[in-house]
């Protein structure tokens, strides 16, 4: 690795994420593969592998009985800053993106809603319905 001063701001700056969430995931104990911090309506998402933070997420509003929107920043790659989300059955399992919690197969999710043939890139990605309860959309007003 090149010195600190000869490299861009850039390069320093995703340098210096990197080893701030390798020492993070070195002293994360927890049982899920994500840590989860969360405060206000917002949560911090660090992904599995140990990368720096894979997306902040804030609950905006909910839109209707089975839609809400959302906020999904991620550092490294995209932002949403109005994104609607869709209640729905899981298809698969996995782990939800605000809690942390393990997802099965057939449980209540919100996902990121198509618009026209585009694909959102955090498709893949799943709330719990039960992670959202109407105290966490009230103080993220």
Not at 70 to 98: I, M
Not at 112 to 136: E, F, Q, Y
Request: charged share 20%.
């Amino acid at each position: 690795m090149k010195h600190l001063s000869l490299m861009d701001p850039w390069s320093r700056t995703l340098d210096m994420l990197d080893d701030r969430s390798s020492r993070r995931s070195r002293s994360n104990k927890a049982a899920s593969p994500f840590s989860l911090s969360a405060g206000g309506g917002c949560a911090s998402v660090s992904a599995p592998n140990g990368h720096a933070p894979s997306a902040n997420i804030r609950l905006l509003e909910r839109l209707s009985e089975s839609t809400l929107a959302l906020s999904w920043h991620d550092p490294t790659s995209f932002n949403y800053s109005e994104q609607v989300w869709a209640l729905c059955t899981a298809r698969k399992g996995g782990v939800c993106a605000l809690s942390g919690q393990a997802i099965r197969r057939g449980q209540p999710v919100y996902r990121p809603r198509r618009v026209g043939s585009s694909v959102p890139l955090n498709s893949g990605a799943m709330i719990l319905a039960l992670a959202l309860s109407s105290g966490d959309l009230e103080a993220s007003e």
